[in-house]
């Protein structure tokens, strides 16, 4: 079954503990990329990524890393979370085509920063 | 990417026919019409894709008249569990960009 798979679904942690979210894809994707949701401000996205070790910023960057040494991982790293980091969390994946761009979206990692 | 505008919100009762109108005035000859529909706390889900005339799938249909500045989401014989969040999105083919706007939230009642 195609599917996106993050881990944890959800996580509660403390101010400056580093974390990592990690995104898995079976699809073969090239495209790969991090959102967040928040109440009134909808989906943002923070980092994407083209192909293997190539990455971007996206448009709310600051506050987060990623790294892409493998197609399928595309883990999301909190070097120092802050409590403005408190998000519902989604990972995608989707191959680039001009007549399919579907995107596959996981499940969601729910995060606090407390 | 063109930006897109949707009512914020629509109500409609089960069994009817539900139509949410997109506009996107600045669209580019190589960008597509698609639509996601997310349910709370659970990621986006691809519902349809389009570029011109008339798309339909087993779930929706999608209309998009010749100039392309607008589009509809058609829901067919809605049910309950139809109630969820509806975007409208402008995806450039060869781009990993897909930008989210603020959705349409459609609220089905008995």
């Known amino acids: 079954e195609a599917q996106v798979t993050q881990n944890p679904r959800y996580l509660i942690t403390v101010t400056g503990k580093k974390l990592t979210v990690t995104c898995s894809q079976n699809?073969?994707?090239?495209?790969m990329s991090w959102y967040r949701q928040d109440p009134g401000l909808g989906l943002r996205q923070i980092y994407y990524?083209?192909?293997?070790?190539?990455?971007d910023k996206g448009d709310v960057p600051e506050g987060y890393k990623v790294s892409r040494k493998e197609k399928r991982n595309f883990p999301l790293i909190l070097e120092s979370p802050s409590p403005n980091q408190t998000s519902l969390y989604f990972c995608?994946?989707?191959?680039?085509?001009?007549?399919?761009?579907?995107?596959?979206f996981g499940q969601g990692t729910r995060l606090t920063v407390v | 990417l063109a930006k897109t505008t949707q009512p914020i919100s629509m109500d409609s009762y089960e069994g009817q026919e539900v139509n949410i109108t997109c506009s996107h005035n600045?669209?580019?000859?190589?960008?597509?019409i698609t639509w996601y529909q997310q349910f709370p706390s659970q990621g986006p889900r691809f519902i349809i894709q389009?570029?011109?005339t008339k798309v339909t799938n087993e779930v929706a249909s999608l209309f998009i008249p010749a100039d392309r500045k607008s589009s509809t989401l058609s829901l067919p014989r809605v049910s309950l569990s139809d109630t969820a969040v509806y975007y409208c999105?402008?995806?450039?083919?060869?781009?990993?960009?897909?930008?989210f706007g603020s959705g349409t939230r459609l609220s089905i009642r008995p």
């Open positions: 995608a994946s989707s191959s680039p085509g001009a007549e399919n761009t579907e995107a596959f």
């Open positions: 699809m073969n994707h090239e495209y």
């Open positions: 990524s083209m192909n293997v070790e190539v990455t």
């Open positions: 600045n669209i580019a000859t190589n960008d597509y």
């Open positions: 389009g570029y011109k």
């Open positions: 999105l402008v995806v450039r083919g060869s781009a990993s960009k897909i930008i």
